[in-house]
């Protein structure tokens, strides 16, 4: 038996690796929204990798966008977010039934969200004008709306009945920051 054979065979195998672990075709659109998160995840800790690539990818636009495009997505993504977190309140305050403590707390966080709301399409001006550091202030701002509201709750010991979208508000704010801010960098 001579060796070639074998050494043409290796030469197969060899080729057919390479083949595999060479990325899928189209496997480029995604990696925008995973490198932008992997980036917003590294200086910021308060951005999640997997919570912000579960949500850029919610958005059917984001796999053609670019950088800029996923910056206005994030921002619209947290304005949805709070305004049906601002609703979602105006619905509990109609509850007849409730701790006074809690209530007033609510009606806190109503007018948290409701300042919140306007501000963000504020946001969404500067940003679409390239005013960077216009939309980080905005958005600052408006980052400290959940976590104002959840502190309120912290103070009455009763559970927050937002806890889960004041954590959801707090997370997407950090990810629309994180992009502003990369932003704003780069235009300076
Ligand atoms: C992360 O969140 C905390 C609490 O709101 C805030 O004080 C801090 O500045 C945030 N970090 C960044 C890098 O934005
Ligand atoms: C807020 O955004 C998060 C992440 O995209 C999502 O899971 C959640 O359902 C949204 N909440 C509301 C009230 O829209």
């Given at each position: 038996?001579?060796?070639?054979?074998?050494?043409?065979?290796?030469?197969?195998?060899?080729?057919?690796s390479?083949?595999?672990?060479?990325?899928?075709?189209?496997?480029?659109?995604?990696?925008i929204?995973?490198?932008?998160?992997?980036?917003?995840?590294?200086?910021?800790?308060?951005?999640?990798?997997e919570?912000?690539?579960?949500?850029?990818?919610?958005?059917?636009?984001s796999?053609?966008?670019?950088?800029?495009?996923?910056?206005?997505?994030?921002?619209?993504?947290?304005?949805?977010?709070?305004?049906?977190?601002?609703?979602?309140?105006?619905?509990?305050?109609?509850?007849?039934?409730?701790?006074?403590?809690?209530?007033?707390?609510?009606?806190?966080?109503?007018?948290?969200?409701?300042?919140?709301?306007?501000?963000?399409?504020?946001?969404?001006?500067?940003?679409?004008?390239?005013?960077?550091?216009?939309?980080?202030?905005d958005?600052?701002?408006?980052?400290d709306?959940?976590?104002?509201?959840?502190?309120?709750?912290?103070?009455?010991?009763?559970?927050?009945?937002?806890?889960?979208?004041?954590?959801?508000?707090?997370?997407?704010?950090?990810?629309?920051?994180?992009?502003?801010t990369?932003?704003?960098?780069?235009?300076?």
């Amino acid at each position: 038996m001579s060796p070639r054979p074998s050494v043409s065979l290796l030469l197969i195998f060899f080729l057919a690796s390479l083949h595999a672990a060479s990325p899928v075709d189209g496997g480029s659109t995604t990696n925008i929204i995973h490198e932008t998160c992997k980036k917003c995840a590294h200086e910021d800790p308060n951005v999640s990798y997997e919570f912000c690539v579960a949500s850029l990818e919610s958005n059917p636009y984001s796999h053609c966008a670019d950088l800029r495009g996923l910056g206005l997505i994030s921002i619209k993504l947290l304005r949805h977010n709070m305004t049906r977190t601002r609703a979602y309140t105006e619905k509990l305050l109609q509850s007849e039934k409730m701790d006074p403590s809690v209530r007033a707390c609510l009606q806190d966080c109503l007018e948290l969200y409701s300042d919140a709301v306007p501000t963000l399409a504020e946001a969404i001006r500067a940003y679409k004008g390239g005013r960077y550091d216009d939309a980080n202030i905005d958005l600052s701002s408006v980052m400290d709306a959940p976590s104002t509201c959840e502190d309120g709750f912290s103070e009455t010991g009763v559970g927050s009945p937002l806890g889960r979208r004041n954590k959801d508000a707090f997370r997407l704010s950090a990810i629309a920051l994180s992009i502003v801010t990369m932003l704003s960098r780069a235009s300076h």
